[in-house]
Antibody, heavy 117, light 110 residues
């Protein structure tokens, strides 16, 4: 059973870069059958897809965030990350790493990131 | 403003059948499959239905999904108190070239 675990700072200052890491266990991040990505949920709001990393190494990002987001991968550590630059208070959210194909079968427990000075 | 439209709330008494709708357009629900997620407070969202009407292993068969045109529905037959949660629909959107979700429906079991 694939398991995902997010890690990273819970507090980020405005204009700085939000950096989170997702550690994958129970499967290889190099698997040809999986997508890997990030979804967030601002307080009191719905889910928002941030971006996805495909087994080919290509990435796809939400057009509304594309200029600020990257999803690097470290296959040696079986991890992938989220980098979101120039954050503002509107980036405050619960961030989930996800996997398992286009239906997002697997989810991490989520990590709350607050953007505040 | 979410791309997919869901009612903000739904309710039912134990044992009742409850349905939650999800409305989209030709660029998302009308051209691709719909997934449904259950989100219990303090937990990670859980995939409930994929590819319009398929249940992952372990999901009770009282949950079912359907789709017609640019709309989809989640039905819960014989709703139970443990089903009280937020439910989200999601789909790929060809125009946005990304995945989109509904705003979520909060189910209350009275």
């Amino acid at each position: 059973q694939l398991q995902l675990q997010e890690s990273g700072p819970g507090l980020v200052k405005p204009s700085e870069t939000l950096s989170l890491t997702c550690t994958v266990s129970g499967g290889s991040i190099s698997s040809s059958s999986s997508y890997w990505g990030w979804i967030r949920q601002p307080p009191g709001k719905g889910l928002e897809w941030i971006g996805s990393l495909f087994y080919s190494g290509s990435t796809l990002y939400n057009p509304s965030l594309k200029s600020r987001v990257t999803i690097p991968v470290d296959t040696s550590k079986n991890q992938f990350s989220l980098k979101l630059t120039s954050v503002t208070a509107t980036d405050t959210a619960m961030y989930y790493c996800v996997s398992g194909g286009s239906s997002f079968e697997y989810w991490g427990q989520g990590t709350l990131v607050t953007v505040s000075s | 403003q979410s791309v997919l439209t869901q009612p903000p709330s739904a309710s039912g008494t134990p044992g009742q059948r409850v349905t939650i709708s999800c409305s989209g357009s030709s660029s998302n629900i009308g051209s691709d499959t719909v997934n449904w997620y259950q989100h219990l407070p303090g937990t990670a969202p859980k995939l409930l239905i994929y590819s319009d009407d398929q249940r992952p292993s372990g999901v009770p068969d009282r949950f079912s999904g359907s789709k017609s045109g640019t709309s989809a529905s989640l039905a819960i037959s014989g709703v139970q108190s443990e089903d009280e949660a937020d439910y989200y629909c999601g789909a790929w959107d060809d125009s946005l070239n990304g995945w989109v979700f509904g705003g979520g429906t909060k189910l209350t079991v009275l």
